[in-house]
């Protein structure tokens, strides 16, 4: 989804609501860009002094002058990108172009993996992603809906060609795969 178009004005991606109302005691609001701005890369996010984006994790306040910010490894991180819009909205995009360049379950994994992670899965990645990948099938195979809900994230468009099910079940394990710490440390 990450446009890559260089410059250009500040732009505001998802943020979970009220949370510039909160911090501001009600004096201003936050608007969301839209279309191709909601995909731009984080340099180009708009940031006001009192309140950094949700998303950027052991960012400095910027209230004060910081050398190094402090680095922290919280429950809070796994909780925002295994829920987060942005995350959930990356996962299925993923999911969906791993799906349409793969036909084996297999291939689909290490596409996915390649993709987010830059390196090829070792046999024993592979065995433990398409055990949860079978959980996953399970579970989103009993309750439809569920898979439709979670596909429903975010504002871009899906495949409406691929199989729900199988959709939610592989945006389930991008969802993991990008919530590794080599993928978001590395």
């Known amino acids: 989804l990450l446009v890559e178009r260089p410059g250009g004005p500040a732009v505001r991606p998802y943020q979970p609501e009220g949370i510039w109302e909160e911090a501001t005691f009600g004096n201003k609001r ?5 279309g191709e701005d909601l995909y731009r890369r984080s340099l180009y996010t708009f940031w006001r002094r009192i309140i950094a984006p949700p998303m950027f994790f052991d960012s ?11 680095l922290t490894n919280t429950p809070l991180h ?4 295994l829920n987060d819009i942005t995350y959930v909205e990356a996962a299925r995009a993923l999911a969906q172009r791993a799906m349409l ?3 084996s379950p297999r291939e689909r ?3 996915a993996f390649r993709l987010a992670t830059a390196r ?3 046999g024993a990645d592979i065995d433990v992603l398409q055990g949860r990948l079978n959980i996953l099938q399970a579970h989103y195979a009993g309750d439809r809906d569920e898979a439709l809900r979670l596909l429903a994230v975010g504002v871009s468009p899906r495949d409406e060609n691929l199989d729900p099910v199988e959709h939610a079940a592989y945006a389930g394990l ?3 795969i990008l919530n590794l710490d080599e993928t978001l440390t590395k």
Do not use: D, H, M, N
Request: a positive charge.
């Open 174 to 176: 991008c969802l993991l």
């Open 60 to 70: 400095a306040t910027r209230q004060t002058c910081s050398v190094k910010p402090p």
């Open 101 to 103: 360049a793969g036909a």
């Open 120 to 122: 090829t899965p070792s």
């Open 30 to 34: 936050y608007e969301q860009s839209s």
């Open 78 to 81: 796994a909780l925002t990108t």
């Open 109 to 111: 994994i290490v596409t």
